[in-house]
């Protein structure tokens, strides 16, 4: 994305200012644009040789106001400060901007190398050689990470959230969606009933994950995306490690898809001396795909409102089976039927429509996608998912709508599918029993049903973790 002249001179006038032996800018590139915040990649001729520096700002006309739940880019800018003091891993802070600069509230801080895809980090060759550490690494610096002390001011610009506190906050989002998705509910139910006991207050980085942590050879490099900070139960930061959404595909190694709970936990021990059960773990990992179920919801929402017009969105939203199995998977294990295979061509239109979908969504993969424009091969992938979804919507939906509706019928009496779905929903949230006969038979095979529609080769569908 190119950056207007106005900026260039402003930033010239920083640079000049505060790096030694500045010469000229050579290169400003705008990586990201959000809501709130940009992030540029930068890099400067000195008398020195080449610089690169990665800048983080939000614009002028932001004053610089973080969007709900993240924290301000001067108090990120000072959390870097005192990681880096702890001896966590994270690009140096080199100027935090003033207002006199005229380029809004943002930071300065080192450029760094390393690879930060999850699907990359989990399959890498180049990895393979530092992939069985990083679960004991992680633990380290997750335990060096909680026991930083922050002073009055910082912990005043971060908020403090009990456990209940979060996983209501969380319900009530999806609730305002005005949407019956009972999983949703009877995951709420039993993290409430469930809550951990005299839980320590620390400071959280919120979104500790696969994808948010910069990894080369020799390990981790840098621990990135500070925006969720806050103040609360350090458990929750190493169960959403674990969360089956950040192992991008290799679900037998539950820490990113590279390690085991066991040489996290060590690792976390081994620095803090405190011991962390896989009891008290589980229920930062169910919250955390509850939660992670819930935001694609509201992705979808941003979406169908005209919000955040987008093509990849809706086919977000439809990420919430997969975290809704994995919720399936740590609380009702058990049994359930996939539908079976349907032919493409069954039917006596030619060609039918689920072939009509199969030709172009095989165009969109095989002739656009490798077209050699990057984003645009990107867009053509995703549009195609979105094609395959609907197409096994067209297939399979209607004997799993039939199915479902049965099953409900059974548990409620007659009625149209959207009523007893919104039943079973209105049920659970006045407290019925998670553990009514046929409950959680049901729930499990609708949320298979669904999610062999949605992404059939999400590994939740092979069975328990």
């Given at each position: 994305m190119?950056?207007?002249?106005?900026?260039?001179?402003?930033?010239?006038?920083?640079?000049?200012?505060?790096?030694?032996?500045?010469?000229?800018?050579?290169?400003?590139?705008?990586?990201?644009?959000?809501?709130?915040?940009?992030?540029?990649?930068?890099r400067?001729?000195?008398?020195?040789?080449?610089?690169?520096?990665?800048?983080?700002?939000?614009?002028?006309?932001?004053?610089?106001?973080?969007?709900?739940?993240?924290?301000?880019?001067?108090?990120e800018?000072?959390?870097?400060?005192?990681?880096?003091?702890?001896?966590?891993?994270?690009?140096?802070?080199?100027?935090?901007?003033?207002?006199?600069?005229?380029?809004?509230?943002?930071?300065?801080?080192?450029?760094?190398?390393?690879?930060?895809?999850?699907?990359?980090?989990?399959?890498?060759?180049?990895?393979?050689?530092?992939?069985?550490?990083?679960?004991?690494?992680?633990?380290?610096?997750?335990?060096?990470?909680?026991a930083?002390?922050?002073?009055?001011?910082?912990?005043?610009?971060?908020?403090?959230?009990?456990?209940?506190?979060?996983?209501?906050?969380?319900?009530?989002?999806?609730?305002?969606?005005?949407?019956?998705?009972?999983?949703?509910?009877?995951?709420?139910?039993?993290?409430?009933?469930?809550?951990?006991?005299?839980?320590?207050?620390?400071?959280?980085?919120?979104?500790?994950?696969?994808?948010?942590?910069?990894?080369?050879?020799?390990?981790?490099?840098?621990?990135?995306?500070?925006?969720?900070?806050?103040?609360?139960?350090?458990?929750?930061?190493?169960?959403?490690?674990?969360?089956?959404?950040?192992?991008?595909?290799?679900?037998?190694?539950?820490?990113?898809?590279?390690?085991?709970?066991?040489?996290?936990?060590?690792?976390?021990?081994?620095?803090?001396?405190?011991?962390?059960?896989?009891?008290?773990?589980?229920?930062?990992?169910?919250?955390?795909?509850?939660?992670?179920?819930?935001?694609?919801?509201?992705?979808?929402?941003?979406?169908?409102?005209?919000?955040?017009p987008?093509?990849?969105?809706?086919?977000?939203?439809?990420?919430?089976?997969?975290?809704?199995?994995?919720?399936?998977?740590?609380?009702?294990?058990?049994?359930?039927?996939?539908?079976?295979?349907?032919?493409?061509?069954?039917?006596?239109?030619?060609p039918?429509?689920?072939?009509?979908?199969?030709g172009?969504?095989?165009?969109?993969?095989?002739?656009?996608?490798?077209?050699?424009?990057?984003?645009?091969?990107?867009?053509?992938?995703?549009?195609?998912?979105?094609?395959?979804?609907?197409?096994?919507?067209?297939?399979?939906?209607?004997?799993?709508?039939?199915?479902?509706?049965?099953?409900?019928?059974?548990?409620?009496?007659?009625?149209?599918l959207?009523?007893?779905?919104?039943?079973?929903?209105?049920?659970?949230?006045?407290?019925l029993?998670?553990?009514?006969?046929?409950l959680?038979?049901?729930?499990?095979?609708?949320?298979?049903?669904?999610?062999?529609?949605?992404?059939?080769?999400?590994?939740?569908?092979?069975?328990?973790?």
């Open positions: 190119s950056v207007d002249s106005r900026f260039l001179n402003a930033m010239k006038t920083v640079l000049e200012r505060e790096l030694d032996g500045f010469q000229r800018i050579e290169e400003c590139q705008q990586l990201t644009a959000g809501a709130s915040q940009e992030t540029y990649r930068l400067v001729a000195t008398e020195e040789g080449q610089r690169r520096y990665a800048f983080r700002r939000s614009p002028t006309s932001e004053k610089g106001a973080p969007i709900p739940g993240q924290v301000g880019l001067a108090t800018a000072k959390l870097l400060q005192l990681a880096e003091k702890a001896g966590i891993p994270v690009p140096g802070v080199v100027y935090l901007l003033k207002d006199s600069d005229e380029l809004g509230s943002g930071f300065l801080m080192q450029w760094l190398d390393g690879e930060t895809l999850g699907q990359r980090i989990v399959r890498s060759e180049a990895l393979a050689g530092v992939r069985p550490h990083l679960a004991r690494q992680c633990g380290d610096v997750l335990a060096r990470l909680h930083i002390e922050i002073d009055e001011d910082t912990a005043a610009s971060l908020p403090t959230v009990s456990p209940a506190a979060l996983v209501q906050e969380t319900w009530d989002a999806y609730r305002v969606l005005d949407i019956p998705v009972p999983m949703i509910d009877f995951t709420a139910r039993w993290l409430l009933e469930h809550l951990p006991a005299d839980t320590r207050q620390t400071l959280v980085h919120g979104d500790f994950r696969n994808g948010n942590l910069m990894i080369d050879e020799s390990g981790i490099v840098a621990v990135l995306d500070w925006e969720l900070t806050q103040i609360g139960d350090p458990v929750r930061d190493l169960g959403w490690l674990c969360v089956n959404s950040w192992r991008f595909g290799k679900d037998d190694l539950p820490v990113g898809g590279f390690g085991t709970i066991e040489d996290l936990l060590a690792g976390y021990e081994e620095t803090s001396g405190i011991t962390v059960s896989e009891e008290e773990l589980r229920f930062w990992q169910v919250f955390g795909s509850f939660w992670w179920s819930i935001t694609t919801l509201n992705m979808a929402h941003t979406w169908r409102t005209g919000d955040t987008s093509l990849e969105r809706p086919v977000i939203g439809r990420r919430s089976s997969e975290a809704q199995m994995d919720c399936v998977n740590l609380l009702i294990p058990g049994d359930f039927e996939l539908p079976p295979e349907i032919k493409l061509a069954e039917g006596t239109q030619l039918m429509p689920a072939e009509l979908l199969e172009v969504r095989t165009f969109l993969t095989e002739d656009v996608a490798g077209g050699g424009d990057e984003r645009f091969g990107f867009l053509a992938k995703v549009a195609a998912n979105s094609l395959g979804i609907a197409q096994r919507e067209l297939l399979y939906g209607p004997a799993l709508a039939h199915s479902e509706q049965q099953r409900l019928s059974a548990l409620f009496g007659e009625g149209s959207d009523d007893l779905r919104w039943q079973l929903s209105r049920e659970l949230r006045k407290g029993e998670l553990t009514t006969p046929g959680a038979a049901h729930l499990r095979s609708t949320v298979a049903g669904q999610l062999s529609i949605d992404q059939p080769r999400y590994p939740a569908l092979r069975g328990t973790d």
